[in-house]
């Protein structure tokens, strides 16, 4: 389990140098403290960036909209307290 969340971190880090970078769906999850259904549920209401379809089993994100996604969550958090 250690190596699966060292592996989060080491992509994590790369992404972070370039919002252009793609990152797999676990750290999307990860970050965004969320289960892949409802993952999947926002993508499908459009309310998450959807993804890039890179192959037929293979799906990134924009690490660039992943965080601005995260940040309007909290910004919309903030507001609301």
């Known amino acids: 389990m250690a190596h699966n969340t060292d592996q989060l971190a080491v992509e994590l880090a790369a992404?972070?140098?370039?919002?252009?970078?793609?990152v797999r769906?676990?750290?999307?999850?990860?970050?965004a403290g969320i289960g892949?259904?409802?993952l999947r549920a926002l993508v499908k209401a459009?309310?998450?960036?959807?993804?890039?379809k890179l192959a037929p089993r293979c799906v990134r994100w924009r690490w660039g909209d992943v965080k601005s996604?995260?940040?309007a969550q909290a910004a919309?958090?903030?507001?609301?307290a």
């Not at 769906?25 to 970050?31: F, H, M, N, R, W």
């Not at 459009?46 to 890039?52: D, W």
């Open 15 to 22: 992404a972070q140098a370039c919002d252009d970078a793609l």
């Open 46 to 52: 459009g309310t998450f960036p959807a993804p890039l």
């Open 36 to 38: 892949d259904t409802h």
């Open 69 to 71: 996604w995260l940040r």
């Open 25 to 31: 769906k676990a750290v999307v999850i990860a970050l």
């Open 76 to 80: 919309s958090k903030e507001a609301a």
